[in-house]
């Protein structure tokens, strides 16, 4: 007999929350936001309302169902289902924070502030749970897959993002190595920057966008589903051993860009997860393209 479909909460600590752990009391925080001008209640205020939504979601869920809860901090220790409807609640960044430890599962983004967030990715009321959760667990369940964005070692580990995949130095200082296409008939280019940066259509809306903006001659940023990626290198700059020729590109289905790292260690991270970073070090290289993965985002 199968099992009955789990539904997975993701959500994240409230600032109110995290204000409490750091200063013990209500009291405590309410004085040290004073402080600097600012006012406990709205804070609260934001508090109850999330946890208003993740308990109208959790009510939501079918009875027969599974029902399992996940923090921000602790994705990376979690382990997804094949079965599991995925309902995020909270901010936009919460679902990309959630893709990347995903394979296929359908994702329901679910705005606790409307009005707060632009809601590109959290796009539902917590009203609106219950009929999201039945349709996510039907076979003709509506979708929008979006891109995502794939390095791959060559020691074969592999880190995938929503947005976006910085590679760089720690602390974000200067980064040595060398950029090309994953093509041994290809040139690569000795650099040094302040790292490289290649991300999808959903990322068009952050980072990589406001790199973008700033170049005359930037290649066309994609849309969400469009499977092409965009990557643009940060403040490269020239000297007797390195260039600035290849700065910025696209990446369609099956390209690669490959870095090969000549720094004694680099970080890669997607979607701003520093905490969960690949280590990579001198002579290690790092291919980078469109993902097999996608988000399963219900519409």
Known sequence: MSLAPRAVLVHR?????????????????????????????????????????????AAAVPVMWRQARVERRDLDRFLFATQDVVVVVGQDGLVANAAKYLAGQPVVGIDPEPGRNPGVLVRHRPSSAAALLAAAASPGCTVEDLT?????????????????????????????????????????????????????GTGATGWLGSLGRVRADAPALPARTDRRLVWFVREAWASPVTGTAQVDGELCRSQRLRITVESDRLVAFGDGMEGDALDLTWGQSVRVGVSDTALRLVD
């Open 13 to 57: 600590s409230s600032e109110y929350e995290e204000l409490l752990a750091r200063h013990g009391t209500h009291g405590q925080a309410a004085f040290f936001l004073s402080s600097h001008g600012r006012d406990i209640r709205e804070v609260a205020d934001r508090h109850h309302r999330a946890a208003r939504a993740l308990a109208d979601v």
């Open 148 to 200: 995502m964005v794939e390095a791959l070692t060559d020691d074969r580990e592999r880190l995938l993002a929503l947005n976006e995949i910085y590679l760089g130095a720690p602390g974000h200082q200067t980064a040595r190595y060398r950029i090309g296409p994953d093509d041994d008939a290809a040139t690569a280019e000795a650099q040094a920057s302040s790292g490289v940066l290649v991300g999808t």
